[in-house]
């Protein structure tokens, strides 16, 4: 008998990735530039026939890894994708109309995967002027809550938790037995992390990944991280041989060479204090630069200046709406310099 499950056939997925490569791509938090040509040069010189026929090691990086974080192994799911992650500790850990409670606006994928397997999202709102109070999330942590999601930083609105809030939140959790995923995909680029609690705690998840700052999200690599009997339960939902070798290669390549991984966040920074000192000088407001993107109120309509953007100057932005009081409002990631004065140059040639 044919059947088709009405949870996926209702979903609604957005599949905007692509034809994008002839643009400068700043809507999807990537890093325009990448890692260093020679050093991907390099990299690639040491891929041979059979490491390409070979299922990949994945035990090895995870030593790396776990050597590079100050853990063992036990405390690692390697995945391919952060995204990946996210949806196995859903689905280990909610049920049937579970109840999940989660910031919003926020990286869209865990509402999606609460539909996709019938869990209860509850959305926890911003304030009307862009903060987020713990309180308001503490009142949603009821005593059938199954999963508390967090992001340090979220996305898109950059906010971040200090030290004492997110003690009180892991309390009131522990009280009320509720898992928390933190996600920390824009780690680095805000350096301050909670991944001692899920490397010392329990029922406590940090999600990472390759993506941002190792600017390597076209090879796909994140890992969970937390308590080894936590990490067993993802471990059992991930596909064999989840994550792919060149990956893991150039992942291991970059925490071996800690100048690389150095530069990387040199060159942010330096576009970060560029883009914000030009948007400063120009009469510009912003905010929420807590990631690697930033939130830009515009002069006009900032729906055309995405589509002109993308029509006369190949450079791909996003637009949100219902931002407090910026409204309609750009979110543009942030790259090296150069990238960041082309944006500049655009925008201010088209928002008047
Ligand atoms: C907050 C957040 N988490 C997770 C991801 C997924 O990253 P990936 O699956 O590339 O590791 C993204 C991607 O943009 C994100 O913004």
């Not at 937390?226 to 925490?255: R, S």
């Not at 150095?262 to 030009?278: A, C, H, K, P, V």
């Not at 990631?291 to 830009?296: D, K, M, Q, S, T």
Request: glycine share 6%; charged share 25%.
């Amino acid at each position: 008998m044919y059947y088709l499950n009405p949870r996926i056939e209702n979903l609604f997925r957005i599949f905007d990735q692509n034809e994008r490569k002839d643009y400068l791509r700043l809507d999807l938090n990537e890093n325009p530039g990448g890692l260093p040509k020679e050093f991907i040069e390099k990299v690639l010189k040491d891929i041979t026939p059979q490491f390409v026929a070979q299922y990949p090691e994945t035990l090895h990086f995870t030593e790396v890894l776990a050597k590079f974080l100050n853990t063992d192994i036990s405390h690692l799911c390697l995945v391919n994708g952060s995204a990946e992650g996210i949806r196995y500790v859903i689905q280990a850990f909610t049920s049937e109309n579970g109840r999940i409670v989660g910031v919003v606006p926020s990286y869209f994928m865990f509402q999606v995967y609460s539909e996709m397997y019938g869990r209860n999202f509850v959305k926890v709102p911003y304030n009307e002027d862009l903060t987020m109070s713990i309180d308001n999330i503490i009142s949603e942590m009821t005593d059938d809550t199954q999963l508390l999601i967090l992001l340090n930083p979220n996305n898109p609105m950059g906010n971040v938790y200090s030290e004492d809030e997110f003690e009180t939140l892991f309390e009131t959790a522990n009280q009320k037995q509720i898992t928390i995923l933190v996600d920390e995909a824009y780690h680095y680029f805000y350096p301050k992390t909670f991944i001692q609690y899920a490397l010392n705690k329990e029922h406590v998840f940090v999600t990472r990944t390759f993506s941002k700052l190792f600017s390597m999200a076209g090879c796909r690599l994140g890992y969970v991280a937390g308590w080894p009997d936590g990490i067993k339960m993802v471990q059992k939902l991930c596909t064999p041989h989840n994550t792919n070798a060149f990956a893991m290669k150039i992942a291991e390549e970059v925490i071996k060479n800690p100048k690389v991984l150095q530069s990387l966040i040199d060159n942010f920074n330096e576009g970060r204090s560029y883009l914000i000192d030009i948007l400063d000088n120009n009469g510009y407001q912003h905010k929420g630069e807590a990631g690697n993107f930033i939130f830009i109120k515009t002069k006009t309509d900032a729906q055309k200046i995405v589509e002109r953007m993308k029509a006369e100057k190949k450079i791909l932005i996003k637009s949100y709406p219902n931002v407090g009081n910026f409204g309609t409002c750009l979110r543009v990631s942030i790259g090296e310099k150069k990238y960041m004065q082309m944006f500049c140059e655009a925008l201010f040639e088209l928002d008047r």
